[in-house]
């Protein structure tokens, strides 16, 4: 199980590429992960979700999606409620004032999982959340150390170099931690160095000194994650991307969720993705990408707030583009209507009237892969629905895609305001390609191939955990020696 000092030490990436290292040595690997606590999800196969990290750690793993490589998925609605999402699907919501003993009943599923998991696998790779130095969240956890605990997983700890701190992080968790979790930690490595690694040679003995761990491995700064998607919300800042002269900007909602829509165009090298932080306008750009989200009401008013509205009406009467993707599309309707309060009280709202649909919100929710056609170019498309709500009106006689024979989503009657519930889209090279080329006419296509482009940094980041880690030591702390 790897663990981390911190938020944001790089658990995802480095459980992705253990995955697909183990892998590419001809083993059978599950990634897992008990808890996750994120709004950017992926639909499983057969109906569920789980989070793209573990959708991501799967691909590295080479094995289908599952709903037990994400047992529980909390999907934050505002700052002190999140739904929780069992076996992939939802079961009820989660209230801050009652996160710890609201928490313990989950760790029956978790163990479920995971014992289907290791049945079925040379070894499991597991990545904790948070840091297990939360000592205020440790009873009830089922996310790093009570898990390890009660699964008998031998743990190793990431220190994350670029905050600063690392040797204070790690020996601190040393300290911090009682007895009995303190024994669960067989090593320990530093992530995202910079600079000569022999340098910090003291720091690793002083860190081995003081805590007794075994140093595994110096994981040194990798440009070839950029082309992996980001798992969490608060790396976006830093996913600017490109210097091409298509320019996408994406509103940074409070709720925002599967982001990683956006991933394949920053990686085309003429376009710009801009993500737009709270508290700044909208730039003059080709398209506003509005994203997904988890509470559409709320975002509505957020988008309000911001000012964003007012920039969003300026750009279209330049003749700039819109793309609204789920949550997104719902916003540029005309109505949004909950009558049974699925996101909160009952509401009846205004949209951003860019689109002539309106949308019902249903506490029922649709999960599923999906794949069809875009219905000007032809383009194949492939991807993925996570929603609830029904959208409807004149505006669908418009449709933007057929899904599965079936038209979905809508165009404005000038062809450049257009939504849909699908996720992933811009994956699709074929219609990624149609659809730059209507901002351009004449653009000669890519030669991106995102998927493979994405494998193929799997690989080369694999190759450098090989290379910087002691994997070997690895598979025999996992075996218990």
Known sequence: MIQ??????????LVAGLCRAFANRGMSVQPFKPQNMSNNAAAVP??????????????AARVPLSVHHNPVLLKPESDRRAQIVVHGHPVGTLEASRFTEDRSSLLEPVLTSFDQLRANADIVVIEGAGSPAETNLRVGD????????AAKVPVVLAGDIDRGGVIASLVGTHVVLDDADRSMIRGYLINKFR????????????????????SLGVVTWSRDLAA????????????????????????????IANFDDVDPLGLEPDVTVTMVPPGQPLPVADVVLMPGTKSTIADLDFFARQGWDVDLAAHVRRGGRVVGVCGGYQMLGGRVVDPDGVEGP??????????????????D????????????????VAGYEIHVGRTVGPGTDRPWLTIDGEPSGSVSADGRIVGSYVHGLFASDEFRSAYLAELRPGRHSSEL?????VDAALDAWAAQLETELDLDRMLEISAGR
């Open 142 to 149: 089922i996310a790093n150390m009570g898990f390890a605990l």
């Open 228 to 255: 992996l998607p980001a798992e969490d919300a608060v790396e976006l800042e830093a996913l600017d991307r490109g210097a091409g002269d298509i320019h996408v900007a994406v509103p940074m909602l409070s709720r």
């Open 195 to 214: 600079g000569d690694v022999g340098l910090f040679d003291a720091g690793l003995t002083d860190i081995s000194t003081r805590t007794g761990w075994a």
């Open 4 to 13: 981390g000092t911190n938020s944001n030490a790089g658990k995802s990436v």
């Open 46 to 59: 057969g109906g569920g979700e789980i989070g793209r990290a573990q959708a991501l750690q799967a691909l």
């Open 449 to 453: 191939r995102y998927a493979e482009r």
């Open 365 to 380: 929710k649709i999960t599923r892969p999906v794949a069809g056609r875009h219905v000007a170019s032809g383009a194949g």
């Open 346 to 363: 009952i509401a009846d709202v205004d949209g951003l009237g860019l689109l002539d649909v309106s949308t019902t919100l249903h506490a």
